[in-house]
T-cell receptor
């Protein structure tokens, strides 16, 4: 499978715990995006990377959230001191710089439930 | 600030009907407009992408149009089938290519 993969697919955690999600983009895609989707809403942009550089962060990304893409390949999204409001689907997408269509390809998402 | 709106929020049709889903956006300076399908609890499946220089794209029974000047896009589904039941999302891509999504249209096709 050469699509975008995300792990884990589901995560249940207690309030106050830290969680980390991983995204593996399509090979050779140098742009990687994180979005968050709550029930009944469309996805909202969180942050994006071009290679290993984090180029934009949404105001939704509080200081409890941190994202990395250390070698320009996979990315991790960490949430510290989780709150119930963090419960959502976290989606990752990738695209290829130089592709004139700028099409983004999405992974299956990680569903986070904070109890 | 880009805002994307989708109408209707929900739609129920009998099998075989042709239908149109609407998407509007406030900032016409977009790079592309993507339509996605989302099944319950799942990720997004890309259906069609229209680049800013294009007017429409077609794939099978799906046709998407784009009118930048009026800030509108439509997704036309011909001969709907129960398997088309899902949430349909449109998203506008801007200069940094981050996507701004609408809240979606929940489609139910009755057999």
């Amino acid at each position: 499978d050469t699509g975008v993969s995300q792990n884990p697919r589901h995560k249940i955690t207690k309030r106050g715990q830290n969680v980390t999600f991983r995204c593996d983009p399509i090979s050779e895609h140098n742009r990687l995006y994180w979005y968050r989707q709550t029930l009944g809403q469309g996805p909202e942009f969180l942050t994006y990377f071009q290679n290993e550089a984090q180029l934009e962060k949404s105001r939704l990304l509080s200081d409890r959230f941190s994202a990395e893409r250390p070698k320009g390949s996979f990315s991790t999204l960490e949430i510290q001191r989780t709150e119930q409001g963090d419960s959502a689907m976290y989606l990752c997408a990738s695209s290829r710089l130089g592709d004139s269509s700028y099409e983004q390809y999405f992974g299956p998402g990680t569903r986070l439930t904070v109890t | 600030k880009q805002e994307v709106t989708q109408i209707p929020a929900a739609l129920s049709v009998p099998e075989g009907e042709n239908l149109v889903l609407n998407c509007s956006f406030t900032d016409s300076a977009i790079y592309n407009l993507q339509w996605f399908r989302q099944d319950p609890g799942k990720g997004l499946t890309s259906l069609l992408l229209i680049q800013s220089s294009q007017r429409e794209q077609t794939s099978g029974r799906l046709n998407a149009s784009l009118d930048k000047s009026s800030g509108r896009s439509t997704l036309y589904i011909a001969a709907s089938q129960p398997g088309d039941s899902a949430t349909y999302l449109c998203a506008a891509g801007g200069a940094t290519n981050k996507l701004i999504f609408g809240t979606g249209t929940l489609l139910a096709v009755q057999p």
